[in-house]
């Protein structure tokens, strides 16, 4: 995991701990949701396609030393 040092104030994903201006931290991508990507599923009455949004977060570095 490459850490980069930030140029403002972040909050950690996992720990919400607050990443102050010119602390390192990286970024790692999470899924949103629990669905599988393509799973369809009846909303409203409709089947819907789900899709498998991934959004990437900030994390300190103690959250990403320690996965
Ligand atoms: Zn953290």
């Known amino acids: 995991m490459k ?3 930030t ?3 972040r909050k950690c994903y996992e720990c919400k701990t607050l990443i102050n201006k010119g602390d390192l ?3 790692r991508s ?19 396609v789900v899709h498998y ?6 994390m300190c570095k103690c959250c990403l030393e320690n996965k």
């Open 25 to 27: 931290y990286g970024q």
């Open 53 to 58: 949004m991934r959004i990437p977060v900030d």
């Open 7 to 9: 140029r403002k104030e």
């Open 30 to 48: 999470i899924a949103l949701g629990e669905k599988v990507d393509g799973q369809t599923e009846t909303y409203d009455g409709m089947n819907v």
């Open 3 to 5: 850490l980069k040092k």
